[in-house]
């Protein structure tokens, strides 16, 4: 098993351009999350799908954010105009249904910088 | 909400034990998890209690007291491999959403 796939796994940008992170989650789970992490704030989770349906959102600090999940097997985490407090570690991570809630599994990680 | 506390670092040497305890406040309760993280790399499970009691894997094992609203991650003849930052993590009554720690730094010196 390949496991969780993102990408790009780094990205630099200027402050007020578009940033789309990728994520591919490991076949067959039913869940998917978005998570950030900085020093500040930990490991916070934005978003998460299941089914490719949003089911709680209440992390996403604000509009400049948005997420999609068209398949299975593809979700995308989009912020529009990037800010440099944007900076941090996103991480996509994916679980199955009936495993219970304990055990997630995440990708390596995409390091966002913006200037 | 949930809110867990955990120490923010913790320093030990090689072939010692190390336990890093977590206390959390939740609205409903089904579980607690841990995570290791090395630098630079991702969350990865370690362990998962449901009941009280005390969990073993290998060197390491979990420990949850769900009347104390407590846990802890009991590492064993420390590693400088295990040198990493160990989250613990409680599940919502809503799917697999998880709350995490802020994390315990683990230093381990030869």
């Known amino acids: 098993d390949a496991g969780v796939i993102q990408s790009p796994r780094h990205e630099v940008t200027e402050m007020g351009q578009e940033v789309t992170l990728r994520c591919k989650p490991i076949s067959g789970h039913d869940y998917l999350f978005w998570y950030r992490q900085t020093m500040m704030r930990g490991l916070e989770l934005l978003i998460y799908?299941?089914?490719?349906?949003?089911?709680?959102d209440s992390g996403m600090p604000e509009d400049r954010f948005s997420a999609k999940m068209p398949n299975a097997s593809f979700s995308t985490l989009k912020i529009q105009p990037s800010e440099p407090r944007d900076s941090a570690v996103y991480f996509c991570?994916?679980?199955?249904?009936?495993?219970?809630?304990?055990?997630?599994?995440f990708g390596p990680g995409t390091r966002l910088t913006v200037l | 909400g949930q809110s867990l506390e955990q120490p923010s670092e913790v320093t030990a040497v090689e072939g010692a034990i190390v336990q890093i305890n977590c206390t959390y406040q939740t609205s409903g309760f089904y579980g607690l998890s841990w995570y290791q993280q090395h630098d630079g790399g991702a969350p990865t499970f370690l362990s998962y209690n449901a009941l009280d009691g005390l969990e073993e894997t290998g060197r390491f094992s979990s420990f949850l007291s769900r009347s104390d609203s407590y846990g802890y991650l009991l590492l064993q003849e420390l590693q400088m491999k295990d040198s990493a930052s160990y989250f613990c993590a409680v599940p919502g009554a809503a799917g697999n959403k998880l709350t995490f720690g802020g994390g315990t730094r683990v230093l381990v010196k030869p």
């Open positions: 799908f299941n089914n490719n349906v949003p089911i709680d």
């Open positions: 991570a994916s679980s199955l249904e009936g495993q219970g809630a304990d055990t997630q599994y």
